[in-house]
Nanobody, 114 residues
């Protein structure tokens, strides 16, 4: 399984970005789809997850601002990030589970400036 993440960039606080993760497999076969983020010297943090039943979960710091959703026609899932804050600056990684194995996409840098 290959995951291709994209959509990062440099934005000002309060603006929005949408991250994309395209999978090399039919995403209906995935047991879960997630987004993580990481800053240097810190642990990778799960930001949002989406289960096969469409159930979404978010870390408290992004609730109400970020939305994870999927497009089965494109074998992709997304992270819509609104009202970005300085603290959201990180490298974002998409992640998926298939048959008990975790797969990672490459990171995409999100930088939020004041």
């Amino acid at each position: 399984v290959q995951l291709q993440a994209s959509g990062g960039g440099l934005v000002q606080a309060g603006q929005s970005l949408r991250l994309s993760c395209v999978a090399s497999v039919n995403i209906s076969t995935l047991s879960s789809m997630l987004w993580f983020r990481q800053n240097p010297g810190r642990q990778r943090e799960a930001v949002a997850s989406l289960g096969t039943l469409g159930n979404a979960a978010y870390v408290d710091s992004v609730k109400g601002r970020f939305t994870i959703f999927r497009d089965d026609n494109k074998n992709a899932w997304y992270l819509q990030m609104n009202s970005l804050q300085l603290e959201d600056t990180a490298v974002y990684y998409c992640n998926a589970f298939l048959s008990g194995t975790r797969y990672w996409g490459q990171g995409t840098q999100v930088t939020v400036s004041s």
